[in-house]
C-alpha cells in the first residue's frame, strides 16, 4: 500500500473523528518510529503515554508471542492464572487491595464513578448525589468521564450528561466551599495531563485530603496518564500524600496492549456485589501477561529509578530551555511527564519538530507535552531537547 492508499482509505472509511499527523508509522524500537519510506523519527509521545517500554520490547514481544500460542482469552466466566497475580501487583504498589480490569482508562474511570456511586446506594445515603471534579480535567471521553472533564467544547454536542457535576479551581477555599455532605466523590488528577500538565500542588493536596476526610467524600484518583512510574513514582498521589479510595489506571499498564483497571479500597470494595459491573475483554489472559511484564520492569529492574534520574535531568535542561527562550513562559512536570507552555504558536512547533523528525504533541493550546517511553536514556531525551529547542526558536521567527 502507498502512502496515498492508506490516506485515501482512511478518508472514505474511518470516521473523521482524528485530524492525524501525516505521515504513516509502520514499524518502531525503543524511542523511535519508523515510517513506510523508513525514515527515523524520535518518539517523545509514545502513543499518548501508552508505549511506555517503548516500541518492539523484546522481553514483551516474547511474553505476548508466548502468550498468543497459549491462550489469549476466556472471558471473566472463568478463572485464568493471571488476573489475581497482575491484582496483586498492583494492590501492592497503590496499597489499593482489589482491581476491576477494564480496557482504556476512559474504562478504568467510568468503573470508579459507577463504584463510588454502588458505595453511597449501599449506604442507603440519598442525598449524596454530588461529583466534584476540577478545571482543566480530563477524564475521558465516555459518557461519565466525559461528564467529569472540563473542556466545555468537548462536553456540550453530548448534554445531558451525567448531572450533578460541579467543576472547582484546585484551591483550598474553592475545594472547601464545593465539597459538603452531599458530595458523592471528587476525581482529581494527581497530574493533569490532556488540561496542560498541571500538577497538583501539596498545598491543594493537603486540601483536598482535609475536605475528604471532614465530609466523608470518596476520593478517586485518576493516575490513567501521570500513574505507573510515569513520574517517577509508582502512582503521583503518593509523592503528594493523597489516601485515595479509588484509582483509575490504564495507558502505561499494558504497554501498549489494551487494559485498564479501577483500583479499589476496603471501604468501597466491601461494598460492591456480584454482578454490580463486568466487561467481556477486561483482564484477558493477554493484557494481563502484558501488564505483568510491564510491573516486572517497573519494580524488578530499577526503572523507577531511573525515571527519577531522568526527571532531574529534564527539569534542569527544560529551565535552561526557559531561560533562553522568551517564548517559554513556564515548564511543569515530573519524571517524564512535562510540558512546556509557550505564548508563540504551540502548533507551529510541533509542526516544526516533525520536520526535524521528532514527534512532540501539544495539549490544551498553548503547551508542547512531553510523554516518552519510561526508557528513555539520558542522553537521547537530551538529543531530543536540542532538537524541541531548534523547534521553540523557529517559532519565536528563528532567534535562539
Ligand atoms: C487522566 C486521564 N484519564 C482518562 C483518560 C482516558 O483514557 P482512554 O483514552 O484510554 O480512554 C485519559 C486519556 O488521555 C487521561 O489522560
Request: charge should be negative; charged fraction near 20%; hydrophobic fraction near 45%.
Amino acid at each position: 500500500m502507498t502512502t496515498k492508499d492508506v490516506f485515501d482509505t482512511e478518508a472514505a472509511h474511518v470516521l473523521q473523528t482524528y485530524k492525524r499527523v501525516p505521515i504513516v508509522l509502520s514499524r518502531g524500537r525503543g524511542i523511535h518510529l519508523y515510517d513506510d519510506d523508513d525514515l527515523e523519527y524520535t518518539d517523545l509521545v509514545s502513543g499518548i503515554g501508552v508505549a511506555s517500554l517503548g516500541h518492539a520490547h523484546p522481553g514483551l514481544a516474547a511474553a505476548i508471542a508466548e502468550q498468543a500460542t497459549t491462550l489469549v482469552h476466556t472471558s471473566n466466566l472463568y478463572f485464568h492464572p493471571l488476573q489475581g497475580q497482575l491484582a496483586a501487583r498492583l494492590a501492592k504498589l497503590s496499597g489499593l487491595p482489589r482491581s476491576f480490569f477494564c480496557n482504556s482508562g476512559s474504562e478504568a474511570v467510568e468503573a470508579c464513578l459507577k463504584f463510588a456511586r454502588r458505595y453511597w446506594h449501599t449506604q442507603g445515603d440519598a442525598s449524596r448525589t454530588e461529583i466534584v471534579a476540577l478545571e482543566h480535567s480530563f477524564h475521558g471521553r465516555t459518557f461519565g468521564a466525559l461528564s467529569t472533564t472540563w473542556e466545555e467544547s468537548y462536553r456540550t454536542p453530548f448534554k445531558p450528561l451525567v448531572p450533578n457535576v460541579k467543576f472547582v479551581p484546585a484551591e483550598a477555599d474553592a475545594l472547601t466551599a464545593a465539597v459538603s455532605d452531599r458530595t458523592q466523590a471528587i476525581i482529581v488528577e494527581p497530574i493533569q495531563g490532556e488540561g496542560g500538565i498541571r500538577p497538583l500542588s501539596p498545598e491543594t493536596a493537603r486540601s483536598l485530603q482535609r475536605v475528604c476526610d471532614d465530609t466523608g467524600a470518596l476520593l478517586i484518583v485518576d493516575e490513567v496518564q501521570c500513574g505507573l512510574g510515569r513520574t517517577g513514582h509508582p502512582f503521583y498521589f503518593q509523592a503528594l500524600e493523597l489516601q485515595p479510595d479509588l484509582i483509575s489506571v490504564g495507558k502505561a499498564l499494558g504497554a501498549g496492549v489494551p487494559i485498564g483497571a479501577a483500583l479499589v479500597g476496603e471501604r468501597v470494595a466491601a461494598a460492591i456485589a456480584y454482578g454490580d459491573h463486568g466487561s467481556t475483554y477486561g483482564g484477558n489472559l493477554l493484557a494481563c501477561r502484558a501488564a505483568l511484564v510491564f510491573l516486572e520492569e517497573l519494580m524488578d529492574h530499577e526503572l523507577l529509578s531511573h525515571v527519577l534520574k531522568i526527571g532531574d535531568v529534564a527539569r534542569q535542561q527544560l529551565q535552561a530551555l526557559a531561560h533562553r527562550h522568551a517564548s517559554v513562559i513556564d515548564v511543569r512536570g515530573a519524571g517524564v511527564m512535562w510540558g512546556i507552555e509557550v505564548n508563540t504558536d504551540a502548533a507551529a512547533i510541533v509542526t516544526a519538530a516533525l520536520q526535524r523528525r521528532l514527534l512532540v504533541n501539544r495539549t490544551a493550546g498553548s503547551v508542547i507535552r512531553l510523554l516518552p517511553p519510561l526508557t528513555i536514556t539520558a542522553d537521547q531525551f537530551s538529543a531530543a531537547l536540542k532538537t524541541l529547542e531548534a523547534a521553540v526558536a523557529d517559532g519565536e521567527g528563528g532567534a535562539s
